[in-house]
């Protein structure tokens, strides 16, 4: 009855060690296999993380070309209208000095051909009064038309 007793407890405390061998195994089991699954996890959300980063520069650096070219050609615009102010400005000055220009030739033309004539009325009166024929004033008054006045 001794030895019964005896390895019945032998037997439950067999168990016992055994269970708690095989729970400490198993226990390491899990924490070794939740240890890999975390590091396949956090490796692959490493991955995710670097493309959503690589995504989002190649993003930043479209909307930062297309804000560059946007104001590049706002610049060459305002280039332009300011190069066609001053061209515009630039050509109506030169103009003015062309018609000033004209007008002051006009002028001295107008001037000489009104002295020219005094002259030429100055001289006929003279001619008519010392008597000579008018088909010489006409001819000086040809002479004076090939000359431009």
């Known amino acids: ?22 729970g400490n195994q198993t226990h390491a089991a899990v924490c070794i296999q939740s240890t890999w699954r ?11 993380c670097q493309a959503v980063v690589t995504i989002q520069a190649g993003w930043r650096m ?11 050609r706002r610049a060459v615009q305002i280039q332009a209208a300011w190069r066609g102010y ?21 002028a001295y033309r107008a001037r000489r051909v009104h002295q020219l004539l005094e002259v030429l009325n100055q001289t006929r009166i003279k001619l008519l009064e010392e008597g000579i024929p008018l088909h010489l004033m006409s001819q000086l008054t040809e002479h004076l038309g090939k000359l431009g006045y």
């Open 1 to 22: 009855w001794y030895q019964r007793r005896v390895r019945a407890i032998q037997r439950v405390w067999r168990g016992y060690a055994a269970r708690k061998v095989i």
């Open 38 to 48: 975390m590091a396949r996890e956090r490796a692959a959300f490493v991955r995710v």
């Open 62 to 72: 479209a909307l930062c070309v297309r804000e560059y070219r946007e104001k590049q």
């Open 86 to 106: 001053r061209a515009a400005k630039e050509f109506r000055r030169t103009r003015e000095g062309v018609v000033r220009v004209q007008s002051l030739w006009r």
